[in-house]
């Protein structure tokens, strides 16, 4: 496969000002660079505030944008809104909002404490809608049309076994999703989510697929594609939706993972018949509808 290339022309995002929560790692850093070329200033913020300078300082130099660090835990609305003063501070506004940040690891429901069930729901769903909230109060105060995308996952629609803390809050920001499209639409604001399939971070790989279970599954067997997520296809579709060329589209989730969600069609255990076995199953078929075309049973 050839490398997969930026989408959009230079520019794209010029004077936008774009917040990406867990910006310092993984998809986060993936898409703060691909804004970061395409004219955007761009706000990461996380809880490890030395992640966060490490990856500003490289991207400063990779790209030549403006980047701002923020130390935040996005379960306290307080440091969520020092975030969003220090970007209007340091970039005169705040005009989109990626919600990536996220706490996932695999693991039987019935082992989980209490604890271990709020600290990801807490900050996958509190932090997205604390982010939300804060942020559409100072849109709509300022008649700003601001654009929310939330990174999201297949599993919100189809439910999941052993990260089941994980689906509830996705599927949470999805019904938020959603749902403030269809009430700020009259504000201008548009919220889109996206949901990936699997794109190899360390982040999710540690936590989601650790070695153990990386000796005995290859997800080329599941992926109807045959491979996980380039980054920058991520990051492309990304800078559409928050870009004013998806401005008609609001509410929309769009999936990216290969088709993967795709292996619950209820005939897809036939991708393993042979050239042979299907002459064979046609023949069978062909001999029951015999009878029936000539008028039988
Ligand atoms: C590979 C294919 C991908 C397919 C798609 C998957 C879709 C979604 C993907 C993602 O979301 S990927 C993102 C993954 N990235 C992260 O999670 C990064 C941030 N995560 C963290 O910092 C930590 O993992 C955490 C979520 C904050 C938990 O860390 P920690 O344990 O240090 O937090 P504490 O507050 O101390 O503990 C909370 C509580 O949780 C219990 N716990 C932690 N790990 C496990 C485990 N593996 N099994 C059971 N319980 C666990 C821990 O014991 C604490 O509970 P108590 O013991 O105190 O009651
Ligand atoms: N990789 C994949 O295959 C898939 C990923 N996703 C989603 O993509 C997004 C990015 O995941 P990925 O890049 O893989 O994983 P990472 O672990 O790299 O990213 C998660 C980020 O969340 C930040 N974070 C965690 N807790 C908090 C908190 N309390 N406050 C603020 N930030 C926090 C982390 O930074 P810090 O530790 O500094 O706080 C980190 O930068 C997530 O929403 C994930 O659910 C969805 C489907 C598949």
């Known amino acids: 496969m050839n490398p997969i290339e930026g989408m959009l022309r230079e520019g794209s ?3 936008k000002t774009i917040i990406v929560t867990g910006g310092g ?3 986060g850093k993936s898409m703060a660079r691909y804004f970061l070329q395409l004219g955007a200033n761009v706000v990461i913020c996380s809880r490890k505030l030395d992640v966060l300078e490490a990856t ?3 991207l400063e130099t990779e790209t030549g944008g403006k980047i701002l660090p923020i130390a935040c835990d996005v379960r306290k609305t307080e440091q969520i809104e020092g975030v969003i003063s220090a970007s209007i501070e340091a970039f005169g506004r705040v005009d989109g909002l990626v919600n990536n940040s996220a706490g996932n690891f695999i693991s039987p429901t019935e082992k989980l404490s209490y604890k271990a069930v709020d600290v990801v729901v807490d900050i996958v769903l509190r932090g997205s809608y604390y982010f939300t909230l804060a ?7 300022h008649q700003i049309k601001g654009t929310i995308l939330n990174i999201s996952t297949t599993y919100s629609w189809t439910g999941s076994g052993w990260v089941v803390p994980s689906a509830m809050a996705k599927a949470g920001v999805l019904a938020m999703t959603k749902s403030l499209a269809f009430e700020w639409a009259p504000y201008g604001i ?4 996206i949901a990936p399939g699997p794109f190899p971070t360390k982040g999710a790989w540690d936590r989601l ?27 492309n579709l990304a800078a559409y939706l928050l870009s004013d060329f998806s401005s008609y589209m609001t509410g929309e989730v769009v999936t990216l993972d290969g088709g993967e969600v795709l292996n619950g069609g209820q005939f897809n255990f036939l991708k393993d018949v042979t050239d042979e076995q299907w002459a064979a199953i046609a023949e069978q078929i062909k001999n029951t509808n015999k009878p029936s075309r000539n008028g039988g049973e």
């Open 13 to 15: 995002l010029k004077e």
């Open 135 to 141: 942020l559409g109060k100072y849109w709509i105060d």
């Open 190 to 193: 548009r919220l889109n989510a």
């Open 209 to 235: 697929f650790p070695e153990e279970l990386a000796k005995k599954f290859s997800f080329e067997n599941r992926i109807p594609l045959k491979r996980t997520g380039e980054h920058q296809e991520l990051a």
């Open 56 to 58: 500003a300082k490289e």
């Open 25 to 27: 790692t993984g998809l």
